[in-house]
């Protein structure tokens, strides 16, 4: 990096720091455990875990080095390609410094309301990179797919990163069930199958395999006929987690993907070696 871009990360540094400025004002008037984790219950949420002050804030700290690390090391192999980098980082590093400072100082502070407020930061921040990851693909990838369709898959990946954080926030208005969310996923997988049918070839959407990135025909054979195994398992996964008892929706779950993964590579390898006996 240039001398300019090290003074673009100093504040970076500060950040990471902040929660340790605020744990050492406040030491003397800490209490001697804070909570560290919460889950859902029939009440809504609750402390389920506690840890030390000065453990909170040295696990959080840890997370954010290291998400800081992965991400400026990701742009210095993308030199300029990836500008939006940065302003994500400062994102996720302010989001883990308010989650330590309001637990650390915060021992008042309404449970409801601050989970709340991080499972809508959360969704935020995801929602923000897979926009950003999105827009970079479509950019680069030289529309490997109908425009439309892919703002499809675009919308859809948004829908299904935040139904299950918004539903988690009703919960405690029983709108959260052990189907709702597999069966929102079962129906994207049927969706994005549908859409695939005629992906050309690329290196970021559609069936990926050593096979099916070696040769174009082998591609485009096997995107076509698995794109509608995918279709059929996950409708059918889907109508199973409608009528089925709950304890099988996990197992469908692993299922079908399963199936997905392993029929497309046993398929492509089975196209590749017969066009390679030819």
């Known amino acids: 990096m240039k001398t300019n871009d090290w003074l673009r990360e100093l504040p970076f540094v500060l950040l990471i720091a902040l929660p340790w400025m605020v744990f050492l004002y406040l030491a003397d008037s800490l ?32 997370v954010t080095l290291f998400l800081y ?11 300029g390609k990836l500008p939006w980098l940065y302003y994500f980082k400062l994102a996720l590093i302010l989001f883990f410094d308010a989650i330590a400072i309001c637990t650390i100082a915060g021992s008042n502070m309404d449970i409801t309301m601050f989970s709340n407020l991080v ?10 990179f897979v926009f950003w990851l999105f827009k970079y693909v479509k950019k680069v990838a030289k529309e490997p797919i109908f ?16 139904l299950p954080l918004i539903l988690i926030i009703f919960s405690r208005q029983n709108w959260v069930g052990h189907r709702t969310i597999p069966q929102a996923v079962l129906l994207f997988f ?4 549908n859409l695939t049918y005629n992906v050309k070839p690329n290196r970021f959407i559609g069936i990926r395999t050593p096979w099916t990135l070696a040769d174009e025909e082998i591609w485009r054979k096997t995107n076509r006929v698995c794109s ?20 099988w929706i996990p197992r469908v779950m692993i299922i079908v993907p399963l199936f997905c993964a ?3 590579m046993i ?8 066009r390679g006996s030819m």
Request: proline fraction near 6%; hydrophobic fraction near 50%.
């Open 69 to 79: 690390l992965v991400m400026t090391v990701s742009a210095y192999f993308f030199p």
């Open 267 to 274: 398929y492509s390898y089975w196209l590749y070696k017969k």
């Open 190 to 193: 049927a969706v994005l199958a």
């Open 119 to 128: 499972m809508l930061g959360s969704c935020a921040i995801i929602n923000g």
């Open 228 to 247: 509608k195994w995918f279709f059929i398992v996950s409708l059918a996964g889907f109508v199973i987690s409608v009528f089925a008892p709950e304890q």
């Open 147 to 162: 425009p439309k369709y892919y703002n499809i898959i675009w919308a859809g990946t948004h829908f299904i990163i935040t």
């Open 262 to 264: 392993g029929s497309a």
């Open 31 to 62: 209490p001697a455990q804070v909570p560290s984790h919460y889950s859902i219950s029939s009440n809504g949420w609750v402390v389920d875990s506690w840890m030390s002050p000065s453990g909170f804030v040295t696990t959080t700290t840890l």
